[in-house]
């Protein structure tokens, strides 16, 4: 299945349209489980709301964590860049008719980004899964941060990350370059940069991953197999939000010690 298709469908749809943006924006910290992760890491990581902090939001899709913080830390400076010009360039649209003068756009490709000990707190939120050379990237997140500075990193995991469940099978997500990280891999690579790893949560355990075939994978498959499906999601969803979101919640307040997702915090000493 391709995932860029889908996402597309609900770009166009939300495209001019910032109201429907900011219901697109509820929606997704609702319904993915790893907005829940990744904003409890982002609230613990910018606790001191009163200092400036500068962001980056590296492969910031639909703009939805730079809008996070730009609204509950106003004091943080954020820079979010994607590869897709014409995401950014509605990001960028919809930000400054919010009046959110802290949040800049632009598109920048992370293999060949030369910032250097400019930002306080690194987000990469389900981009290192599509990126071959990984340790390049994360060799620029360590030479972007300042001395002190965090890296915030979410991916699918090698246990099941990305629906691939045996050697050699193939990613529900097809324009994924890896179907997951292991726990000890991904820690290597940090480390081989430069970076200290200060924690590994595993997301998407076993709760979590029931939620995610009927929350998001099988809304995405029914999408793929014509958009005019679009317009049973809000009957479907009726059925299985009550059973999707207490799995959730459930797996949220957990400690998994297996999980399709991975939740990486790192510092540059």
């Known amino acids: 299945m391709r995932y860029d298709p889908v996402k597309k469908i609900f770009g166009d749809v939300v495209r001019n349209r910032h109201w429907l943006r900011r219901l697109l924006y509820a929606l997704l910290g609702l319904m993915f489980l790893r907005e829940w992760y ?124 990305s629906d691939v469940h045996e050697e050699g099978g193939k990613s529900f997500i097809e324009e994924h370059a890896r179907s997951g990280y292991g726990v000890e891999e991904i820690r290597e690579k940090l480390e081989s940069t430069g970076f200290v790893v200060e924690n590994v949560t595993l997301t998407y355990g076993p709760f979590g991953s029931v939620a995610w075939r009927l929350g998001i994978k099988y809304p995405m498959q029914m999408l793929n197999a014509s958009r005019l499906l679009f317009v049973l999601l809000p009957f479907y969803y009726i059925i299985t939000l009550p059973i999707v979101l207490p799995l959730m919640y459930l797996d949220y ?3 998994n010690s297996t999980g399709t997702g991975l939740l990486v915090v790192a510092k540059k000493l």
Do not use: W
């Open 38 to 161: 990744v904003k409890r890491a982002l609230r613990k990581a910018l606790s001191d709301n009163n200092k400036r902090l500068d962001i980056y939001d590296a492969g910031c899709g639909f703009g939805q964590y730079s809008y996070y913080v730009a609204q509950r830390f106003p004091a943080a400076q954020i820079y979010a860049v994607d590869v897709k010009e014409e995401e950014v360039a509605e990001c960028r649209r919809f930000f400054e008719s919010q009046g959110l003068r802290h949040c800049s756009f632009a598109v920048e490709d992370l293999l060949a980004i030369q910032h250097t000990s400019r930002f306080d707190v690194i987000l990469s939120v389900d981009v290192m899964e599509h990126i071959e050379d990984d340790r390049r990237v994360f060799g620029n997140f360590f030479r972007a941060l300042k001395p002190g500075g965090l890296l915030l990193v979410n991916t699918p995991s090698n246990l099941g990350g």
């Open 253 to 255: 307040r957990s400690e």
